[in-house]
Nanobody, 114 residues
Framework: VQLQASGGGLVQAGGSLRLSCAAS????????VGWYRQAPGKQREVVAR???????SYADAVKGRFSISRDIRKNTLYLQMSSLKPEDTAIYYC?????????WGQGTQVTVSS
């Protein structure tokens, strides 16, 4: 299983970005998937997840601004981020849980300037 994240970049506060995570070796449609982020000096934290029963959940800090989705045909996971804030600056990682194993993408940097 390999996950390839992309779509990060530099954006001004209030702007938008869409992150993508392409999977190979498995499918997003059958497993719990999610996005996490890690800011400098902080622990990795969950941003948004889709559970195996297809329920989406979000961290309080991003509710109403971020949206997680997946395209089964393209086997790609997305994170649409809007109304970005400087505190959203972090490396964003996609995650997949298959049986008892976790898989991580390589991370994509998101920087929000004030």
């Amino acid at each position: 299983v390999q996950l390839q994240a992309s779509g990060g970049g530099l954006v001004q506060a209030g702007g938008s970005l869409r992150l993508s995570c392409a999977a190979s070796g498995t499918t997003f449609g059958l497993n719990a998937v999610g996005w996490y982020r890690q800011a400098p000096g902080k622990q990795r934290e969950v941003v948004a997840r889709i559970s195996s029963d297809r329920t989406a959940s979000y961290a309080d800090a991003v509710k109403g601004r971020f949206s997680i989705s997946r395209d089964i045909r393209k086997n790609t996971l997305y994170l649409q981020m809007s109304s970005l804030k400087p505190e959203d600056t972090a490396i964003y990682y996609c995650n997949l849980v298959k049986a008892t194993k976790e898989y991580w993408g390589q991370g994509t940097q998101v920087t929000v300037s004030s």
